[in-house]
C-alpha cells in the first residue's frame, strides 16, 4: 500500500514539474512573441542617408529598430520573431551562445535601393528581405563579428541546408593553375570582377570549406581570423594534395567593405581611406583587385618606412598627411589626379594608386594658377612607385605589353595594344633600348624597372621626329599648358630625380620639394648645371 502511494506521488510531482516547464516555455515565447516596442532615437548616418524615427526593442546583444513611417504592431511582433529564430538557428550552427553574440542593430527601413546594406555592426534591410532571409548572411556577419564574406555565405548556406558538390570541387582544384580563388576574396562574389562560373565556384567553396571547420572543429575556429591551416586540410579531405598559402592575407585584414548603386566593391581601410572600385584596364577580374588593395596596403608602408631611413626629419609630417579620411575613385573616362585639398585621388589604372598618393604626401605648391605639376614633384612621385614600390600591375603592364610584344618586332611598332602608330613605335624605341642594356626578363617581376623607364626617357631623346606624335614625349608642361614649368617628359622627370636623390639624398630632395630652399640651395649648383651633368652621364656612353 505504501508503495503505491508513494508510486502515486512521484507521478503527480512528475506531472507538476511538466506542467511548470511547459509555462515557463509558453512564458518566454510569449515574452518573444509579445514583446514591446517603445520610441527610439531617430536615425541619422553619413553611411546610410536617410533620416527617420524608429520604434525599437532588445532581445540579447541584439537592438531592432523599425522605421515608424512602417511600424506595425502586429507585423513588428513577426519580424521580431523572425529575426530571434534566425539567431538561434546562428547559434545553433556554430554552436555560440546568443547571449556571447557581438551587440549590433538591425534597422527594418521602408526602402533599401541597393538591397541590404552593413556598416560594422549596424544592418539595414526590408521587411521583405527578413520574410525571405535575404539579410541571413549579413545578420551572420553583425551577430559574430564576422569581416570575411566567405565565411558568412558559408554559415547562411549551412543554415538553409545547401550543399558543395565535393567531387566537381575536386577535379577544378586539381586542375587549375592557380589557387588564389581558395582565398575567397570578396571580389571572387562579385560581379563584374567575378563571372557567373568563378562566383558559383567560389561559392561552392565556401559552403564546402565552411561545412568541414564546423563540423571538424566548430563554430569558434571558423571566427579565427587565419584560415588558411584549415583551407589547406579541407583540400587534402576532398583528394587534392596541393599546397596552399596566402601570402597577401595579412596585409588584406584592416579592410571592410560596402557597395553602392555606382560602385560594385567599397574598400575601406583602418585610415578611413576609401577605394571605390570599378574595373579598370589593368584591374579587370577578381585576382587583380585583391593585388591592387594589397598593393594600396603595403606600398604607402614602404614609402613611410623608407621617409623614416632616409628623411627622417620629414616623417611626421607626411605621416599626418597620409592619416585620415582619403577617397579614392576609380574612373574610366579620364586619367588620374590627386587634390590635396579635397583629399580625393582619381585612377585611370590602377598602378597609378601611389604616384597619385605621393602629391597628397607632400602636395605640390600652389600658384595663382592652381596646383603645378612639375617636374620635382611629378619626378618624385614617379620615384615612389617606381623606385620604392613598383605596383604588381605596373610590372606586368611593361613586361607584358611592351617587352614581350615588343621584343617580337624589334624596331618595327608591328600592331601593338594602341591605336596610335607613334604610340606603338615608343614602344618598340624603348624595348629596342632595354634589350641593348638587359636580357628579356623571364617574368614580370624580375623586370629592372628603373632601367625601362630610362630607356622611355632616352628613346625621346634618340628619336625625336619619329617620336613626335607620341604622348610619351610630351613635356609635363605641355600636357598642363596653365603651368609654368619644365619641358622634361615623366619619365625624364624620373630619371633626373633620381640623379639628384642618389647623388644628394631624399632628405634634400623633399627639403627641395617642401619649399624649404630653393634648387640651388638644397644641391649646392643651378638647375642648368646639374641637368648638363645628369644628361652627359646618362647620355654620353650611348
Known amino acids: 500500500m505504501y508503495q503505491?502511494?508513494?508510486?502515486?506521488?512521484?507521478?503527480?510531482?512528475?506531472?507538476?514539474?511538466?506542467?511548470?516547464?511547459?509555462?515557463?516555455?509558453?512564458?518566454?515565447?510569449?515574452?518573444?512573441?509579445?514583446?514591446?516596442?517603445?520610441?527610439?532615437?531617430?536615425?541619422?548616418?553619413?553611411d546610410f542617408r536617410q533620416y527617420f524615427e524608429t520604434m525599437s526593442t532588445k532581445y540579447g546583444p541584439c537592438t531592432v529598430n523599425i522605421q515608424s513611417d512602417i511600424f506595425d504592431s502586429k507585423s513588428a511582433q513577426h519580424l521580431f520573431s523572425s529575426i530571434t529564430e534566425d539567431l538561434h538557428s546562428i547559434s545553433k550552427t556554430t554552436g555560440i551562445t546568443v547571449d556571447d553574440f557581438s551587440p549590433f542593430t538591425i534597422y527594418i527601413v521602408e526602402s533599401a535601393p541597393i538591397g541590404v546594406e552593413r556598416y560594422d555592426n549596424l544592418l539595414y534591410c526590408t521587411a521583405e528581405d527578413v520574410e525571405n532571409r535575404n539579410y541571413l548572411a549579413d545578420l551572420a556577419c553583425v551577430a559574430l563579428n564576422i569581416k570575411e564574406y566567405w565565411k558568412a555565405f558559408g554559415l547562411e548556406s549551412c543554415i538553409l541546408g545547401r550543399k558543395a558538390d565535393d567531387t566537381l570541387l575536386k577535379s577544378i582544384f586539381e586542375k587549375t593553375n592557380d589557387l588564389d580563388i581558395l582565398s575567397l576574396f570578396i571580389s571572387y562574389f562579385t560581379k563584374p570582377f567575378a563571372n557567373n562560373d568563378e562566383i558559383q565556384l567560389a561559392q561552392q567553396t565556401a559552403t564546402a570549406v565552411t561545412r568541414y571547420i564546423l563540423e571538424k572543429y566548430g563554430g569558434k575556429a571558423l571566427l579565427e581570423e587565419d584560415c588558411i591551416i584549415y583551407k589547406q586540410e579541407w583540400l587534402k579531405s576532398i583528394g587534392v594534395d596541393r599546397p596552399y598559402s596566402d601570402p597577401l592575407h595579412d596585409d588584406l585584414r584592416s579592410y571592410t567593405f560596402r557597395r553602392s548603386a555606382q560602385y560594385?566593391?567599397?574598400?575601406?581601410?583602418?585610415?578611413?581611406?576609401?577605394?571605390?572600385?570599378?574595373?579598370?584596364?589593368?584591374?579587370?577580374?577578381?585576382?587583380?583587385?585583391?593585388r591592387f588593395l594589397y598593393d594600396a596596403a603595403v606600398g604607402p608602408q614602404k614609402v613611410l618606412q623608407f621617409i623614416t631611413e632616409q628623411a627622417p626629419e620629414h616623417y611626421e609630417r607626411i605621416k599626418?598627411?597620409?592619416?585620415?579620411?582619403?577617397?579614392?575613385?576609380?574612373?574610366?573616362?579620364?586619367?588620374?589626379?590627386?587634390?590635396?585639398?579635397?583629399?580625393?585621388?582619381?585612377?585611370?589604372?590602377?598602378?597609378?594608386?601611389?604616384?597619385?598618393?605621393?602629391?597628397?604626401?607632400?602636395?605640390?605648391?600652389?600658384?595663382?594658377?592652381?596646383?603645378?605639376?612639375?617636374?620635382?614633384?611629378?619626378?618624385?612621385?614617379?620615384?615612389?612607385?617606381?623606385?620604392?614600390?613598383?605596383?604588381?600591375?605596373?610590372?606586368?603592364?611593361y613586361y607584358e605589353d611592351a617587352l614581350v610584344l615588343y621584343s617580337?618586332?624589334?624596331?618595327?611598332?608591328?600592331?601593338?595594344?594602341?591605336?596610335?602608330?607613334?604610340?606603338?613605335?615608343?614602344?618598340?624605341?624603348?624595348?629596342?633600348?632595354?634589350?641593348?642594356?638587359?636580357?628579356?626578363?623571364?617574368?614580370?617581376?624580375?623586370?629592372?624597372?628603373?632601367?625601362?623607364?630610362?630607356?622611355?626617357?632616352?628613346?625621346?631623346?634618340?628619336?625625336?621626329?619619329?617620336?613626335?606624335?607620341?604622348?610619351?614625349?610630351?613635356?609635363?608642361?605641355?600636357?598642363?599648358?596653365?603651368?609654368?614649368?619644365?619641358?622634361?617628359?615623366?619619365?625624364?622627370?624620373?630619371?633626373?630625380s633620381r640623379y639628384l636623390i642618389e647623388q644628394y639624398s631624399f632628405s634634400k630632395y623633399l627639403d627641395y620639394c617642401s619649399n624649404l630652399y630653393t634648387f640651388e640651395e638644397a644641391f649646392s649648383k643651378p638647375y642648368s648645371e646639374l641637368m648638363t651633368e645628369y644628361e652627359n652621364k646618362i647620355y654620353s656612353t650611348n
Open 4 to 46: 503505491f502511494e508513494t508510486i502515486i506521488h512521484m507521478r503527480r510531482c512528475l506531472v507538476l514539474f511538466l506542467a511548470l516547464l511547459m509555462t515557463l516555455s509558453a512564458c518566454t515565447q510569449r515574452s518573444i512573441d509579445h514583446v514591446s516596442f517603445s520610441k527610439g532615437e531617430p536615425h541619422s548616418s553619413l
Open 264 to 290: 560594385p566593391l567599397i574598400a575601406v581601410n583602418d585610415h578611413d581611406h576609401r577605394f571605390y572600385i570599378l574595373q579598370l584596364s589593368d584591374m579587370k577580374t577578381a585576382k587583380a583587385v585583391r
Open 320 to 397: 599626418e598627411r597620409y592619416e585620415g579620411k582619403l577617397d579614392i575613385y576609380c574612373s574610366t573616362t579620364s586619367g588620374g589626379s590627386a587634390n590635396p585639398g579635397l583629399r580625393r585621388i582619381q585612377l585611370q589604372q590602377s598602378y597609378g594608386y601611389l604616384h597619385e598618393l605621393g602629391h597628397i604626401l607632400v602636395p605640390t605648391l600652389q600658384s595663382g594658377k592652381g596646383l603645378d605639376p612639375v617636374w620635382q614633384y611629378e619626378g618624385l612621385c614617379e620615384y615612389l612607385s617606381y623606385m620604392i614600390y613598383p605596383a604588381n600591375s605596373l610590372l606586368h603592364s
Open 408 to 496: 617580337k618586332t624589334g624596331s618595327d611598332p608591328g600592331e601593338g595594344k594602341s591605336n596610335n602608330p607613334a604610340n606603338r613605335a615608343f614602344w618598340a624605341r624603348v624595348t629596342e633600348i632595354y634589350l641593348k642594356n638587359a636580357p628579356l626578363p623571364n617574368d614580370a617581376e624580375s623586370i629592372d624597372l628603373p632601367l625601362f623607364i630610362s630607356s622611355m626617357a632616352e628613346a625621346r631623346v634618340r628619336y625625336p621626329e619619329e617620336l613626335k606624335e607620341s604622348i610619351w614625349v610630351i613635356p609635363i608642361n605641355s600636357l598642363h599648358p596653365l603651368i609654368d614649368g619644365n619641358d622634361l617628359t615623366y619619365a625624364q622627370a624620373f630619371c633626373f
